[in-house]
């Protein structure tokens, strides 16, 4: 009886400590606490997938997520009512409109057979390099912090900086609604 008490306990334990990953949980622990409840429009900028995938759980997991802004005034601010397409690389597309934060996503129900590398655009803006790895658009496109070598955008060594939108870009709000 001992012995299967102490398999049971272990298999527990053992069960419990593979969710672990400490890169994720890391990236996780950095983001800081929750600012109010969590919702469609909470942590614009921040590493979306982190949290919405597998490994953390929350709902609904996505499948690419990411935060869209524009410059006002010398600060950026979101980029509301903007239309973001994103295709892979086996010639799937799916379209996804910012909200009142600036976010964006498609669920992960929504495109199950996501092959990488991805490409992404944004009104007449579209990335330069191809999306290899990494589903949200804040593990590259860092929110400015004392690192950043242009306080407003966040670029520097280690980020091209924030998505900004071209606010002059014909159609770039076309399909999208009333944001939430």
């Not at 091209?160 to 071209?166: F, H, Q, S």
Request: proline letters at 8%; hydrophobic letters at 40%; one cysteine or more.
């Amino acid at each position: 009886m001992r012995a299967f008490a102490f398999l049971f306990a272990s298999s527990i334990l053992f069960a419990a400590g593979c969710r672990y990953d400490p890169v994720p949980q890391e990236i996780i622990d950095a983001l800081g606490p929750e600012q109010g409840a969590p919702s469609a429009t909470h942590r614009p900028g921040q590493p979306c997938i982190v949290c919405h995938s597998n490994y953390e759980g929350a709902a609904p997991p996505f499948a690419v997520a990411g935060t869209i802004f524009n410059l006002k005034d010398g600060l950026i601010v979101p980029a509301v009512g903007v239309k973001v397409i994103i295709s892979d690389s086996v010639s799937g597309l799916r379209k996804a409109c910012t909200n009142a934060a600036g976010n964006f996503f498609v669920k992960r129900e929504d495109w199950v057979d996501i092959t990488y590398p991805l490409n992404a655009q944004s009104g007449s803006r579209g990335m330069s390099s191809l999306i290899g790895r990494d589903a949200s658009c804040a593990s590259c496109h860092k929110l400015p912090d004392e690192t950043s070598e242009d306080p407003i955008t966040g670029a520097g060594h280690g980020s091209p900086g924030v998505i900004i939108a071209d606010p002059l870009a014909e159609g770039a709000s076309e399909g999208c609604g009333a944001p939430q």
